[in-house]
């Protein structure tokens, strides 16, 4: 489960999500304007990981390394939250591209859109039609 921009369930109407097709610079700002663990007023205040909605992100993105560098860097404030962010930020980014890349292969090739839509199409009537068929006989109104 993927934490939302503010540390609250990701969710579009909470407005804290980063959709797969948004472009670099709006995803990196994002991230970057995340909040943080609130005792952290200063660069030169320590902080607490557990408390910041970044730390969530690191733990799904960053390796051990990563991890630990945050966690002494935020606990002992020798880094500050936008030096934190940016691994993150790197992570999502690359994690984005092919998504992204593949996107961008369907939007100048509609004809192959059209025909993915019409073979779904066509395998949700067969399945509906048998589900009727079903249910009809069930409900004993089978059509002949």
């Not at 990981?49 to 990563?66: A, L």
Request: charged letters at 30%.
């Amino acid at each position: 489960k993927m934490p939302g921009l503010d540390g609250q369930k990701m969710s579009k109407s909470y407005n804290n999500t980063i959709a797969l097709r948004d472009d670099t610079d709006s995803v990196a700002k994002k991230l970057r304007t995340m909040p943080t663990d609130p005792a952290r007023v200063r660069r030169e205040d320590p902080g607490d990981p557990k408390k910041c909605p970044v730390w969530q992100f690191h733990q799904v993105y960053s390796d051990d390394g990563t991890c630990q560098w945050v966690k002494n860097g935020c606990k002992h404030a020798t880094i500050g939250c936008v030096e934190c962010k940016q691994p993150v930020i790197d992570a999502v980014l690359m994690e984005l591209k092919p998504i992204q890349e593949r996107a961008r292969e369907y939007e100048v090739d509609m004809s192959t859109v059209k025909a993915i839509i019409n073979e779904g199409n066509q395998a949700a009537r067969e399945v509906a039609r048998d589900t009727l068929e079903v249910v009809r006989k069930a409900m004993g109104i089978a059509y002949l």
